[in-house]
């Protein structure tokens, strides 16, 4: 089986808020597949209940903007990920947020990066300013195989990334324009390492006001067109590398 797949969405982030409305439309739109994120203990239930349709594969984490306001996180993190079959995410570094103790950070995500290393599941990594201190934790926590989503490092960076296990995801706003930096990375990325995403309702393509998941063709169209290559071809290649990054979760 094959199709198109969001490889990194917000379905309870998207307006009516109770992410089925945001599936019936992304499915209707030819996304048969969708890697729907939680952030924070208050929308792990709502994606553990998408999880019962099995076009989603849910991953459940702590994002570096929730980690101070949230205590003891843990134990339920841990249940959601022994209830279903799931990845890690959304997880990460931002250097970019104002008001986030950065240590705290740092510690929540060495936590669920090892986490992910000791169920071996795909994590879903967001970094933002902080590529330094990200390829130094990965050195000694990295799971097997990540996703770098919303990739917006250099293309100088993407074969130290890969080598650590990494894959690489864009979303629609690499398609607006001055945007080089991201296409030159795209095009660094090796062929079976690069994915596709909305990261709906955030990083809308051009003149969009929100990301939506059945704007995914429309990116990947965009994206081949970066690449000078057929949207059905890479249609095809970026089902195959899923299967490289989520393995039985896509089964």
Request: aromatic share 6%; charged share 20%.
């Amino acid at each position: 089986m094959d199709g198109y797949i969001d490889a990194h969405v917000h379905l309870p982030d998207i307006a009516p808020g109770d992410g089925w409305t945001a599936l019936a439309r992304a499915k209707t739109a030819g996304v048969r597949r969708l890697v729907v994120c939680g952030t924070r203990p208050a929308d792990w239930p709502l994606v553990r209940a998408l999880a019962a349709d099995e076009a989603v594969i849910p991953c459940f984490g702590l994002h570096p903007w929730m980690v101070a306001q949230y205590g003891d996180w843990r134990g339920e993190l841990a249940e959601h990920l022994a209830a279903v079959p799931s990845g890690l995410g959304e997880i990460g570094l931002d250097r970019a947020a104002r008001g986030i103790d950065y240590a705290q950070q740092e510690a929540a995500f060495i936590v669920q990066l090892r986490l992910a290393r000791d169920l071996d599941r795909p994590a879903m990594v967001h970094c933002v300013r902080a590529w330094g201190r990200l390829v130094e934790l990965l050195a000694e926590h990295a799971p097997d195989r990540f996703l770098l989503h919303a990739y917006a490092g250099s293309a100088d960076l993407v074969p130290v990334l890969a080598r650590r296990g990494a894959w690489f995801s864009f979303a629609g706003s690499v398609l607006h324009p001055g945007r080089d930096k991201a296409r030159s990375a795209i095009q660094a990325v090796p062929p079976d390492r690069l994915l596709v995403e909305t990261d709906a309702p955030a990083l809308p393509l051009p003149g969009q006001a929100e990301s939506r998941p059945e704007h995914l063709p429309a990116v990947v169209a965009g994206i081949a067109d970066i690449l000078g290559e057929d949207p059905e071809s890479l249609r095809a290649r970026l089902w195959h590398n899923a299967c490289g990054l989520l393995g039985a979760l896509l089964d």
